[in-house]
Nanobody, 126 residues
């Protein structure tokens, strides 16, 4: 069972930036797509971004496209989410996720996710 550990969350003012990191255990990190999801209080979990096994394909939710960037370092078993121009509506618990294959299908609505991290809180103040 892979373990995913997120870090980098915190409190930031609107317009600021944060960089989330997620490190995975095991030796097969580079075989799987990775993703970030978020869940705000009282709301359902939503897709934020995904990156394919080799970093060659990325996809973003409309709400974050152009502000957030997902990347990965397979040598370090780590995936990142650079979040710029943060808005108050970005406040949520952000969770790292590993797909069941080399690519994540957004239309799977989370069904393609095999493992989840515990989440890290991001709070954006006005």
């Amino acid at each position: 069972q892979v373990q995913l550990v997120e870090s980098g969350g915190g409190l930031v003012q609107a317009g600021g930036s944060l960089r989330l990191s997620c490190t995975a255990s095991g030796r097969t990190f580079s075989s799987y797509a990775m993703g970030w999801f978020r869940q705000a209080p009282g709301q359902e979990r939503e897709f934020v971004a995904t990156i394919s096994w080799n970093g060659g394909r990325t996809a973003y939710a409309d709400s974050v496209r152009g502000r957030f960037t997902i990347s990965r370092d397979n040598a370090k078993n780590t995936v990142f989410l650079q979040m710029n121009r943060l808005k108050t509506e970005d406040t949520a618990v952000y969770s790292c996720a590993r797909s069941i294959g080399p690519y994540y299908r957004e239309r799977s609505n989370g069904a393609d996710i095999g493992s989840w991290g515990q989440g890290t809180q991001v709070a954006v103040s006005s």
